[in-house]
């Protein structure tokens, strides 16, 4: 952070000037595009901005310092798991074997990377207690995509087209019934017990000869372990339908549960949240997939094999027809793979073990700091995160927990993921991770009972903030209504400019 | 563990603190039945054991090779200010901007980033990533779908095949239909999409085409007629997707330009490394009319409270964690950092140095069709083409092998892209881009002539590839 504070910054369009430019290449050959036809060619260049480097260089320096990360501090965004993003891992993904690596590359110039990917999966399937895993899907999104069309792919197979559901209960990720209809599915939106679980008497209900599948947050959205996940699973195998698991919270039960051994038919890994890779300002992150033996044949292709000679190859197209094909590319995010396998291998059994025990050791301890200032809407041992309310605090003064996420900003933290899960009232999802200290959580409880008093002295403080952000609140109304989704050249006015 | 602060004092504090004698006091709420027994992983590495396993596995991979391999991934001179600007921890360890306030940096960057590339493409909205080209190019035609109410798309085969099986994947679950355009197989235009066989796929009055897509350069390197394509779409209300590589923007005609609605593409050529196919960057551009169709992060340019420039995520109920089931994709985590790449990239080489990469690839191509036809290797099709095109070799497949025993990655065998094809049975797609030296056009050259020669000599009746040799 500069000693002045953080300054919004020009657009990189205003600080162009014709003729800027470091050189980056030789100057081609004359006369090198006179081989193209004319009509396929570009008739005025793009008006990119031309800026020396050190004023790129400024330009983005001074953005990033306008930017919350966890390099720079406490960020306890719930269920996004922001965790410390270990720097051995940027090294070697930067490596210049694994960076500059053709993905079409024949299989034999490629056998370490596609030993680290082999390897991975085998990992990734310990880790789960699945037999096979799928690294090709990009983000946790997609792989729900990819499992969802799995879980379809089972039942076609089998002649049973009549499942058209899928049953997701309210507290879910946005992204499950979004993935059910980008599938092809009906969502079934099942609400939760008053404890925040599954609702066994409402799934009972909706379960039958119509749903293809169920999918679960584990531990929930709330940060709960789903208790009555035995008798779920039971019942959604007993008629015939598949268990999806949401792995988003893996983090909290590593070495402690493994959802393939406890019945679960196929889950997604966001690698970002458990095994370190960093978030990037929204990605790039990884979704890899690990199923049970029964959807194995589903699989993405092409998938990494090892040969009887210990060599490793990619499977040939056509090689297996069950496949639900490809959902993107190549064979997956392989940088950031890297680093998830980079972390994995760096901790261990014990070590993973650890992760989850200091995560949900540290939301525990928060939680408790916290009791009393603000409402605890599931009083009981939580895991890697938990909800907290500031319902009481609304009634009693007017703040909401809007209010008490922006002054949070003043006090020099990031928010918590607000307003999610739907089913609290004025919810803060907290989740500190397990790489902060007992002195971040102490200092961040202060601040959070702090402003439960300010909510009653000086209410206008808090509805107020931030103060001391880079910028106040934002007229996100106006952006909605009168979009403006790009810089407009000044060069270009009038009757030319497109609207 | 590896990462973490806390000392066993630190948790003898929390636990006491929470009056519990041990941690897993706090997992006694999963299931007995379902508790798991331990993981059998291998034992943890120090960092420097770490080091060196790594750089072990990387150098178990050959990157020295003279290589002339493209086909949607392009290797580029990436200027060194693109990596210490993604090496910025306030980048590269922020999350999705939920908060606006504290998240003006990548806010902005996203901005920027959506500006430069409706710039290059001559598209007015542009979304603020996807997955890769692949993905991006699914979503598009998913979009002409939505956009039209209509079930079926036409695909020409000059979309890479990787793009058109996960169009294929994607579309299985909505039950779309779509239909491949065939490429033409002989004459001037051989190589390229078949518009006779547009319009007949077009005429099928029952089965209305929501939209045509197609790719500019194709995946044999061609350029398309994507004026008359675009023409012929808009006749049938359909709407035009363009395929497009990036860097090819700076001298080609852009996808507003001849009147593509939607363009897709792969940003990799723009900053970022092959690494083994991702992370990439899914480009997803689009016209204004159809801004409430397209999936993805969108940031606009709004104002704060003191009326301060400043930049939020908008049009949200498109997305998924607002309008759920009814969302218009499951997109969450995209590759914000990979457009950040790009935008750093685009902004490093401005819009001279973009046009130089471009046209120093396309010489660089020039030297190597004559070095190849010299060698004996003349061009498969006769029609223009950007930096990529294919070669006749006979058997190719065993070619491209000998020749990468030699320490040359000669490109792709022409039937790996297209294994029913006869057309392309017997071909090299290869490439050239500003990082090609004419020291490793001549190497291949000379290898290639070696080849042919002494593969001309066992002949007649070239070895057949072997079932399913080398093919991906």
């Given at each position: 952070?500069?000693?002045?504070?953080?300054?919004?910054?020009?657009?990189?369009?205003?600080?162009?000037?014709?003729?800027?430019?470091?050189?980056?290449?030789?100057?081609?050959?004359?006369?090198?595009?006179?081989?193209?036809?004319?009509?396929?060619?570009r008739a005025t260049p793009p008006a990119l901005p031309e800026v020396s480097e050190p004023a790129l260089v400024?330009?983005?320096?001074?953005?990033?310092?306008?930017?919350?990360?966890?390099?720079g501090g406490f960020y306890p965004l719930g269920s996004c798991t922001m965790k410390f993003s270990p720097k051995v891992n940027e090294w070697a993904a930067r490596l210049d074997g694994f960076a500059a690596l053709h993905p079409l590359a024949p299989d034999e110039v490629a056998q370490g990377t596609l030993e680290l990917l082999w390897e991975l999966e085998e990992l990734l399937a310990e880790i789960s207690g699945m037999t096979a895993v799928t690294l090709q899907p990009a983000a946790g999104a997609q792989g729900e995509l990819t499992g969802i069309l799995m879980v379809r792919a089972y039942h076609r197979a089998r002649g049973d087209l009549a499942r058209t559901e899928i049953l997701v209960p309210d507290s879910s990720h946005g992204t499950n019934p979004a993935t059910a209809s980008m599938a092809g599915f009906r969502t079934v939106s099942i609400p939760s017990a008053p404890d925040g679980g599954v609702d066994l008497e409402a799934f009972r209900a909706a379960l039958g000869p119509r749903t293809a599948g169920v999918m679960i947050t584990n531990p929930s959205t709330v940060g709960l372990f789903e208790a009555r996940i035995v008798e779920l699973l039971e019942m959604v195998h007993g008629v015939g339908a598949l268990a999806y698991m949401d792995g988003a919270n893996l983090n909290a039960i590593l070495g402690h549960f493994r959802p393939g051994e406890a019945g679960f038919d196929v889950m997604h890994f966001n690698v970002h949240k458990t095994f370190s890779t960093p978030h990037g300002g929204g990605g790039p992150g990884a979704g890899p997939v690990g199923v049970r033996e029964l959807l194995a044949p589903f699989l993405p292709a092409p998938r990494v094999l090892r040969g009887p000679d210990g060599r490793f190859r990619l499977e040939r197209p056509g090689e297996r027809p069950t496949s639900i094909g490809r959902v993107k590319s190549f064979v997956g995010n392989a940088g950031i793979l890297v680093r998830a396998y980079a972390y994995i291998r760096a901790h261990g059994a014990d070590g993973l073990r650890t992760v989850s025990d200091d995560a949900v050791l540290a939301a525990n301890y928060l939680k408790h700091r916290l009791a009393g200032t603000y409402d605890i809407p599931y009083d009981r041992p939580c895991k890697h995160e938990f909800v907290a309310s500031a319902a009481s605090l609304k009634r009693e003064t007017g703040v909401r927990t809007l209010d008490v996420a922006k002054r949070l900003i003043d006090k020099g933290y990031h928010p918590p993921t607000i307003y999610f899960p739907l089913i609290v009232e004025e919810g803060m999802l907290i989740e500190p991770t397990e790489t902060e200290s007992i002195e971040t959580l102490d200092a961040f409880a202060a601040a959070l009972i702090e402003i439960a008093g300010e909510a009653r002295t000086r209410p206008d403080l808090v509805t107020g903030a931030p103060h001391t952000a880079p910028v106040r609140r934002l007229d996100e109304a106006t952006a909605a209504r009168q979009p403006n989704l790009r810089w407009r050249p000044t060069t270009r006015v009038g009757p030319e400019e497109r609207s | 563990m590896a990462y973490g602060p806390h000392t066993d004092g630190d948790r003898a504090r929390m636990l006491a603190a929470l009056g519990i004698p041990s941690v897993d006091v706090l997992f006694d709420d999963i299931p007995p039945a379902v508790r798991a027994a331990g993981l059998r992983l291998p034992p943890a590495l120090s960092e420097l054991e770490l080091v060196t396993h790594l750089r072990w596995l990387a150098s178990r991979n050959r990157v020295d090779l003279?290589?002339?391999?493209?086909?949607?991934?392009?290797?580029?001179?990436?200027?060194?200010?693109?990596?210490?600007?993604?090496?910025?921890?306030e980048f590269y360890t922020a999350y999705t901007?939920?908060?606006?306030?504290?998240?003006?940096?990548?806010?902005?960057?996203?901005?920027?980033?959506?500006?430069?590339?409706?710039?290059?493409?001559?598209?007015?909205?542009?979304?603020?990533?996807?997955?890769?080209?692949?993905?991006?190019?699914?979503?598009?035609?998913?979009?002409?779908c939505r956009a039209t109410r209509r079930e079926r798309v036409l695909v020409s085969r000059g979309v890479a095949r990787q793009y058109r099986e996960a169009l294929e994947t994607y579309f299985a679950g909505p039950n779309l239909a779509f239909d491949e355009v065939p490429l033409v197989a002989g004459g001037p235009a051989a190589g390229t999409s078949d518009l006779a066989a547009i319009e007949r796929l077009l005429a099928a009055p029952d089965r209305p085409v929501a939209g045509i897509v197609a790719a500019q350069p194709n995946t044999l390197g061609l350029l398309e007629p994507m004026v008359e394509i675009g023409?012929?779409?808009?006749?049938?209300?359909?709407?035009?997707?363009?395929?497009?590589?990036?860097?090819?923007?700076?001298?080609?005609?852009?996808?507003?330009?001849?009147?593509?609605?939607?363009?897709?593409?792969?940003?990799?050529?723009?900053?970022?490394?092959?690494?083994?196919?991702?992370?990439?960057?899914?480009?997803?551009?689009?016209?204004?009319?159809?801004?409430r169709q397209i999936p993805g992060r969108l940031i606009g340019q709004t104002t704060d409270a003191d009326g301060r420039r400043a930049y939020v995520m908008t049009l949200r109920a498109r997305e998924q964690d607002i309008r759920r089931e009814r969302?218009?994709?499951?997109?969450?985590?995209n590759q914000a950092l990979c457009a950040l790449a790009a935008a750093v990239y685009l902004a490093a080489v401005g819009p001279a140095g973009l046009r130089d990469v471009a046209a120093t690839g396309a010489a660089r191509a020039a030297e190597l069709e004559a070095a190849l036809a010299g060698a004996g290797a003349p061009r498969l099709h006769g029609g223009p083409y950007?930096?990529?095109?294919?070669?006749?070799?006979?058997?190719?497949?065993?070619?491209?092998?000998?020749?990468?025993?030699?320490?040359?990655?000669?490109g792709i065998p022409t039937a790996e892209l297209e294994p029913d094809d006869p057309a392309l049975r017997d071909g090299l797609l290869v490439c050239a881009t500003e990082v090609t030296t004419p020291d490793e056009i001549e190497l291949f050259a000379r290898a290639l002539r070696d080849e042919l020669e002494a593969g001309a000599g066992e002949r007649p009746g070239a070895r057949p590839a072997a079932a399913g040799e080398a093919v991906r």
């Amino acid at each position: 952070m500069s000693v002045t504070g953080p300054k919004l910054q020009p657009s990189l369009f205003e600080l162009s000037r014709p003729g800027r430019a470091t050189p980056r290449i030789p100057t081609p050959p004359a006369g090198a595009l006179d081989r193209l036809p004319a009509a396929a060619r570009r008739a005025t260049p793009p008006a990119l901005p031309e800026v020396s480097e050190p004023a790129l260089v400024r330009h983005y320096l001074n953005l990033s310092q306008l930017n919350w990360s966890v390099d720079g501090g406490f960020y306890p965004l719930g269920s996004c798991t922001m965790k410390f993003s270990p720097k051995v891992n940027e090294w070697a993904a930067r490596l210049d074997g694994f960076a500059a690596l053709h993905p079409l590359a024949p299989d034999e110039v490629a056998q370490g990377t596609l030993e680290l990917l082999w390897e991975l999966e085998e990992l990734l399937a310990e880790i789960s207690g699945m037999t096979a895993v799928t690294l090709q899907p990009a983000a946790g999104a997609q792989g729900e995509l990819t499992g969802i069309l799995m879980v379809r792919a089972y039942h076609r197979a089998r002649g049973d087209l009549a499942r058209t559901e899928i049953l997701v209960p309210d507290s879910s990720h946005g992204t499950n019934p979004a993935t059910a209809s980008m599938a092809g599915f009906r969502t079934v939106s099942i609400p939760s017990a008053p404890d925040g679980g599954v609702d066994l008497e409402a799934f009972r209900a909706a379960l039958g000869p119509r749903t293809a599948g169920v999918m679960i947050t584990n531990p929930s959205t709330v940060g709960l372990f789903e208790a009555r996940i035995v008798e779920l699973l039971e019942m959604v195998h007993g008629v015939g339908a598949l268990a999806y698991m949401d792995g988003a919270n893996l983090n909290a039960i590593l070495g402690h549960f493994r959802p393939g051994e406890a019945g679960f038919d196929v889950m997604h890994f966001n690698v970002h949240k458990t095994f370190s890779t960093p978030h990037g300002g929204g990605g790039p992150g990884a979704g890899p997939v690990g199923v049970r033996e029964l959807l194995a044949p589903f699989l993405p292709a092409p998938r990494v094999l090892r040969g009887p000679d210990g060599r490793f190859r990619l499977e040939r197209p056509g090689e297996r027809p069950t496949s639900i094909g490809r959902v993107k590319s190549f064979v997956g995010n392989a940088g950031i793979l890297v680093r998830a396998y980079a972390y994995i291998r760096a901790h261990g059994a014990d070590g993973l073990r650890t992760v989850s025990d200091d995560a949900v050791l540290a939301a525990n301890y928060l939680k408790h700091r916290l009791a009393g200032t603000y409402d605890i809407p599931y009083d009981r041992p939580c895991k890697h995160e938990f909800v907290a309310s500031a319902a009481s605090l609304k009634r009693e003064t007017g703040v909401r927990t809007l209010d008490v996420a922006k002054r949070l900003i003043d006090k020099g933290y990031h928010p918590p993921t607000i307003y999610f899960p739907l089913i609290v009232e004025e919810g803060m999802l907290i989740e500190p991770t397990e790489t902060e200290s007992i002195e971040t959580l102490d200092a961040f409880a202060a601040a959070l009972i702090e402003i439960a008093g300010e909510a009653r002295t000086r209410p206008d403080l808090v509805t107020g903030a931030p103060h001391t952000a880079p910028v106040r609140r934002l007229d996100e109304a106006t952006a909605a209504r009168q979009p403006n989704l790009r810089w407009r050249p000044t060069t270009r006015v009038g009757p030319e400019e497109r609207s | 563990m590896a990462y973490g602060p806390h000392t066993d004092g630190d948790r003898a504090r929390m636990l006491a603190a929470l009056g519990i004698p041990s941690v897993d006091v706090l997992f006694d709420d999963i299931p007995p039945a379902v508790r798991a027994a331990g993981l059998r992983l291998p034992p943890a590495l120090s960092e420097l054991e770490l080091v060196t396993h790594l750089r072990w596995l990387a150098s178990r991979n050959r990157v020295d090779l003279a290589s002339f391999l493209g086909a949607g991934v392009y290797r580029h001179h990436i200027p060194p200010v693109v990596d210490q600007v993604l090496l910025r921890g306030e980048f590269y360890t922020a999350y999705t901007p939920y908060q606006p306030e504290v998240s003006q940096g990548t806010l902005q960057t996203i901005y920027e980033y959506q500006s430069l590339l409706a710039e290059l493409t001559g598209l007015d909205v542009v979304s603020a990533s996807h997955y890769d080209g692949a993905a991006a190019t699914a979503e598009a035609a998913l979009m002409t779908c939505r956009a039209t109410r209509r079930e079926r798309v036409l695909v020409s085969r000059g979309v890479a095949r990787q793009y058109r099986e996960a169009l294929e994947t994607y579309f299985a679950g909505p039950n779309l239909a779509f239909d491949e355009v065939p490429l033409v197989a002989g004459g001037p235009a051989a190589g390229t999409s078949d518009l006779a066989a547009i319009e007949r796929l077009l005429a099928a009055p029952d089965r209305p085409v929501a939209g045509i897509v197609a790719a500019q350069p194709n995946t044999l390197g061609l350029l398309e007629p994507m004026v008359e394509i675009g023409r012929l779409a808009h006749a049938a209300g359909a709407l035009f997707v363009a395929v497009v590589e990036p860097v090819s923007l700076a001298v080609l005609a852009p996808p507003g330009a001849y009147g593509a609605d939607i363009a897709a593409g792969e940003g990799q050529p723009l900053g970022i490394p092959p690494q083994y196919g991702g992370p990439y960057l899914g480009i997803l551009a689009c016209t204004d009319p159809l801004v409430r169709q397209i999936p993805g992060r969108l940031i606009g340019q709004t104002t704060d409270a003191d009326g301060r420039r400043a930049y939020v995520m908008t049009l949200r109920a498109r997305e998924q964690d607002i309008r759920r089931e009814r969302a218009a994709s499951n997109l969450c985590t995209n590759q914000a950092l990979c457009a950040l790449a790009a935008a750093v990239y685009l902004a490093a080489v401005g819009p001279a140095g973009l046009r130089d990469v471009a046209a120093t690839g396309a010489a660089r191509a020039a030297e190597l069709e004559a070095a190849l036809a010299g060698a004996g290797a003349p061009r498969l099709h006769g029609g223009p083409y950007l930096n990529e095109f294919a070669i006749r070799v006979p058997d190719a497949v065993a070619v491209h092998r000998r020749l990468l025993a030699r320490g040359i990655l000669a490109g792709i065998p022409t039937a790996e892209l297209e294994p029913d094809d006869p057309a392309l049975r017997d071909g090299l797609l290869v490439c050239a881009t500003e990082v090609t030296t004419p020291d490793e056009i001549e190497l291949f050259a000379r290898a290639l002539r070696d080849e042919l020669e002494a593969g001309a000599g066992e002949r007649p009746g070239a070895r057949p590839a072997a079932a399913g040799e080398a093919v991906r």
